[in-house]
């Protein structure tokens, strides 16, 4: 074997990106141990949702290489097939393989979930550490904008916003973000507070670092590993959500396929085609039970280790 | 040496080792004993294990801590004990006094209502009148309105002294006590810990500053790396130390009219390090001789070094 | 023309401040004065809440009195220091230190952005040299560090921009005897180096030894007591 080919362990580029590089890999290894060894793997429950959060993704990765129809290819003639080996999931009233539109539908449901969080997230971390640093007049405009939101029942201001724009997934996602971002502005405000005085902040500012500076390069630090944890948290009830709104036809419109939308069209055939509401219903069940066990996990370990950093 | 009798100590400890999860030594050996009414200082520098000792005693090391050795509270061993046993020991025999009063109380409750905690933990109630009582003994001024006022209101050094109150709630025979006066001014720290001091249990005091546990210990124990390197009276210890460990550091406290102090050369040993050839504190010493490298020093006498002998 | 050494490198004039609103509102500085001229080190006891910690916020130009006026040499036309101008250290050391930057990064947080990288890396390592920590890894994090270490990072993060006026509150109460020796050994230097240095303390022996003033604070005024 050539020499060159050996696996060499240095990273070839030198200078710059080297030091930046061996830090990545050595975070990523350290995260991949503190998977493994971990208290995510410790808790029975955490191993659970990891467990089923592994299975909806490679559900939704993997579903549509293997599935053998299109999601929505019509084939009049197999409609309402019971599960078989051709359908493994059987087919609906229109003849569409079950099984491809609920790996396609899955797809979709989890991508607009994190796609939601993320929105969320972005415009709760803006309000949130603007308000925070602030202070004073726009902390309290800020706070009440978050109080108004926060006064309508979110599934209501969710429904008005769809109302406003029209039926249709890409609005769905629009009005699942309005509604869900001021609890978790009020959330990163609080978690802004909290950094806001510690000494190193006014070392920051004695050193010339205006507010923009403190903000990205020390609280934003801070603040999003705690609010990734919050938002995990949320998955699970943002899926609902989706699957729920779309339920009600306010989302995903004919003929694409997502996990709501199915189970309301699978409602007329209950009697007929069982099926077609079974699978859904479990994709929807796994996907939000491994969302909910793997964010409770990732908030006790984050715990555990803040009680743990505080005794080396 | 003055210890406890063997076997009259409040509070035991022999062979005590900690290990944490991340593999780091923070207790290499510790033997110490609290006899009643005895007030004990636990010295040392910052990562000394004077906090880990503490921690171990009152069952608060975090999850994945390997203990070995005893701990003996009132004959009990409570090294491998269940959840069970120190909670029933926590609060009647060991109380618990921490740094930072404003922390130690909830914010929401009534400071009245907050002792009064120390009783309902165990299903009890406090007996009438007992709460203001106490805190009127610990020098709380008009305690009774005192107590139903919220701890934002009290001062640090009048709710380090409600603190007190808590701890010694149920008359424990042993109170722990971790930097209970680095929040406070010089003039509360004497008036708080002469009033803990007065309570009569046995205290295991854990600081870091030498001039408070001259005047407010019977003994002192000096830790360095993990294990105790000098016990003896505070008086002796602290007004002639043998240790050349102990020597550094009374030597580097700044007096008025003097030039400024010397800091010990060098930085303590890691609690990372592996187990120690020699002792551990041979690098930094000026007094350090060939054999230093030998054995980690036994204590003699109360001095744990060949060159002091 | 005045001699620079002898202009001071901050005056404080008639400084109030009154903390809480209505009837819970007290006056914490009541017409507090303080010169500091280059090389000085000030030392200020007094009881805590005595108003200490906040006259240093208010030197620092982190906090504004409600009268009076502070004058720093430079300073800029907003009624506050230039960057860089003023350094300050805490008593929780570990808390001066952002957990997350690497000590290099804090250290040099204060360097002019237009500094090349070996520029900005050479006067790192100088400063943490200068505190007597040249042989750390300088891409470790705080919480790696004892509290003495995390002190003496703080103070080359201090050093580095070269400050006028250094404000240490409480610097060395929460360290063992050889840290404290250590930072107070430190904050001669600064002084010898031309540096203005406020001390608040506790410690009386080490302000007395330290101290070319000493200041005591109670009811709100600094008087002289040595």
Known sequence: MPKAAAPDTTPPAPGRATPALRHTAASLRRAAAALRHGPLMASALGRTGLGLAGLALLFAVLGPVVATHQPDTVDLG?????????????????????????????????????????GSCTVSLVVGVVAGLARGFADAVLMRVVDIVLAIPSLVLALAVVGVLGPGFGNLLLALVISSWAANARIVRAFTLAVRDRPYIAAARLGGAGPARIAVGHVLPAVVPRLLVVATLQLGGTIVSLAGLSFLGLGAQPPTAELGAMLGDARAFVTVAPWLLAAPTTVVLVVT???????????????HSAVEEVHP | ?????????????????????????????????????????????????????????????????????????????????????????????????GQDPFAAFDPRLKVGASIAEAWRAKGRTPPAGAIPERLAALGVPDADAAARRRPHTWSGGMLQRAAIAAATALAPTLVVADEPTSALDAGLADATLAHLRATGAAVLLITHDLRLAARHTDRVAVMYAGRIVETGDSGEALSRPRHPYTQALLAALPRPGHPLPEPLPGEPPSPRRGADAGCPFAPRCRRVRAECSDDVPAPIDGVACVAAR | MTDPSTEPVVVARDLWRTHGRGPRAHDV??????????????????????????????????????????????????????????????????????????????????LARRLTRQARRAAVLEALRSVGLGDLDPSLRPARLSGGQCQRVALARAFAA???????????????????????RLLRRAADSGTAVVLVTHDRDAAAALTTRLLGMSDGVLTHIG
């Open chain 3, 162 to 184: 070269r400050p006028g006026l250094l404000l240490a509150d409480e610097p060395t109460s929460a360290l063992d005897a050889s840290a404290a020796a250590a930072i107070l």
């Open chain 1, 78 to 118: 197999a409609k309402l097939h019971a599960p078989d080996g051709e359908h493994w999931f059987g087919t609906d009233q229109f003849g569409r393989d079950q099984f491809a539109r609920l790996t396609a539908g899955a797809r979709r449901s989890l991508l607009a979930a994190f796609t939601v969080l993320a």
């Open chain 1, 289 to 303: 039970a491994a969302a909910t066990l793997v964010g409770d996990a990732v908030r006790d370990a984050t715990h």
């Open chain 2, 1 to 97: 040496m003055s210890g406890p009798r063997a076997g009259t100590a409040e509070l035991d400890v022999g062979g005590l080792r900690v290990t944490y999860r991340n593999g780091a030594a923070a207790v290499r050996g510790v033997d110490l004993a609290v006899g009643a009414g005895e007030v004990l200082g636990l010295v040392g520098e910052s990562g000394s294990g004077k906090s880990t000792v503490a921690r171990a005693v009152l069952g608060l090391l975090p999850r994945g801590a390997a203990v070995t050795g005893n701990i003996r509270v009132g004959g009990r061993e409570l090294v491998g004990a269940d959840p069970r046993a120190w909670r029933a020991v926590r609060g009647d025999v060991i109380g618990y006094v």
């Open chain 3, 29 to 110: 500085l009541r017409g507090t004065e303080l010169t500091a001229l280059p090389g000085e080190i000030i030392g200020i006891v007094g009881r805590s809440g005595c108003g200490k910690s906040t006259l240093l916020r208010i030197l620092a130009g982190l906090e504004r009195p409600d009268r009076g006026s502070v004058f720093w040499n430079p300073g800029t036309r907003a009624g506050r220091p230039a960057p860089g101008s003023v350094a300050a250290v805490f008593q929780d050391a570990a808390g001066s230190l952002d957990p997350n930057w690497s000590i290099a990064r804090s250290v040099a947080e204060p």
